[in-house]
């Protein structure tokens, strides 16, 4: 287990009056005021220190019942006797510390420490320095008493019922980086921030490979001819494992492991090419173990003459924990070392590659591509050049068409893919306090024990609901959902989707009419977003109209395949 430690600087836009903030007697008790930060009550309940500093600036902003309420209370808790006592304050709130000024709204800035894990020591090593309000937004300091940390910097909007979201920013997280400025909207009356610190990784080290199996090029063709597809082997292969260095969703420093499969051909330069694979719920059943339908497309691609890598993704192979399902930030910092690992295993074994960059993935493995074409193009451009992508049949719209299938009564034909990103979503994120308060009896103790790693979807299916698949959360966790855009699990959703950005390299979703279990709609969502913002080059194909989901995934391999080849060097 590794230690994290991370400090918090909340920053909370609020409207009141100041004289009507002192005056106030709401005394609510340290229990309540954790419940605000629920994830720091592990330090609070040790005796840590808290020291809040009190920071009132005057804004021109409308006054509103329920942030005086809350400016009202937390001013009120800081300042009482009792309350600074318990946490150690060492800059006590006092009413002679304020100027009051009637009529004016103001901004309360509020720092706390915490702890994740284990070793609490090290809480008060990391600390915000300066919290400045800028024209439009803050400017913020940090500083950290142990060398040699990373630093993730995550917001949320208000303190209840809300999640903690990874900023966006112009370099990737984590940064070795102290100081971060953030911008806020105007019409924005709250924001709170917390800076997670961790353990470096060396992204894409090459941690150990190894030969899992030889095919030559006839052998490859019986295989394509008894996967009835229409490809003839130019080259054998070599089929290898290998396990690397990359991060978790937080940012720290974990191993991941994935297929790498290479053309038996010395002499020549290969482009290379990411094929990411589908859900998958059995941690063995991945590119770098089993010979499966993901494999295959490895070997395929890498017997016409691509280096191809399988990112068996965080969670799955070797990989520790549960795989954090359609996570999107993570997919893709996955994948990205991946290649780099891959990379490094050709310059060690004189494997010569052409700088060429494809990118490919089917269902979730199109997620997956979405995310990685993304994420090479925003963060890596001056390491990658994007060739081109092919995503297919993959659910780039989770807050929309995937949300609005789940609270719609159909009956889809792997209804455990909701139970994936709920189980995973409640990971990454904390959706709830835990899963019973997100998920009602009798699911909330039936489907967690089912994803193990050892159960196939089809086992899961049958814990599911075969319709109405709301019908497995709470009510108000429902009502929330659809009434409510700040809702935990709708921020999780949007967070994940895949279609705000601009693709530079060209681009070809590929998604069948008939498919019922990723739904059409959500590539024809992304193309109609990617073309409203300029990325004219970007293509729907229907590779076979009427096929489902998996009559569609061969000729969309097929076709992303003979497009490649066009491109190739």
Known sequence: MRAVTHEQEQVLTIDTNITQLLDSRIYPEPAQIRAWCPQEALLWGEGGVWPPRQVF????????????????????????????HRFALRQPLNASSVRPVKNRSVRLALTCFSLALFNMAHAQDLRFTTSIQTTNGFSMQWSNAVAGQSYTLQSRD????????????????????????????????????????????????????SLMNTYSASTLDILFTLYGVNITAQYGVNWYQIVYETLDPSGGRTTASGGLFLPMQTGLNWPLLSYSHGTITQTNQVPSVALTEDTFAGLAFASVGYASVGADLLGLGSSPGLHPYLHARSEATASVDMLRAARNFCASNDIGLNGQIFVTGYSQGGHTAMALHRELERYHTNEFTVTASAP?????????????????????????????????YQSVYALAPSWSNLVVAPYSTTIPPLFNGNNTGTTINGAMPACNLSAILWPEVVSSLTNDPGSPLYQALR????????????????????????????????????????????????????????????????????????LKH
């Open 495 to 566: 967070d994940n989707d895949l279609y705000r950005w601009k693709p530079v390299a060209p681009m070809r979703l590929y998604h069948c009419s008939g498919d019922r279990d990723v739904l059409p709609a959500n590539s024809v969502v992304a193309t109609n977003n990617f073309w409203a913002l300029g990325a004219t080059q970007v293509r729907l194909i229907d590779p076979q109209p009427g096929a489902d989901h998996s009559g569609c995934a061969i000729p969309s391999l097929e076709a992303a395949k003979a497009w490649f080849d066009t």
């Open 158 to 209: 208000r303190m209840t019922n809300s999640i903690w979201l990874t900023l966006d920013s112009p370099q990737p997280w984590p940064t070795v980086q102290t100081q971060w400025n953030d911008t806020i909207s105007s019409t924005q009356l709250m924001r709170f921030y917390r800076t997670v610190a961790v353990p470096p990784a060396t992204r894409g080290k090459l941690l150990s490979s």
């Open 57 to 84: 600036q005057v804004t021109n902003r409308p006054q509103g019942e329920e942030d005086r309420a809350l400016a009202r209370t937390l001013s009120a808790a800081l300042r009482r006797p009792a309350f600074q």
């Open 392 to 424: 297919m049949a993959g659910p780039y719209d989770l807050s929309g068409v995937e949300l609005n299938d789940f609270l719609s009564a159909r009956c889809p034909p792997d209804p455990y893919y909701f139970a994936y990103v709920l189980m995973a």
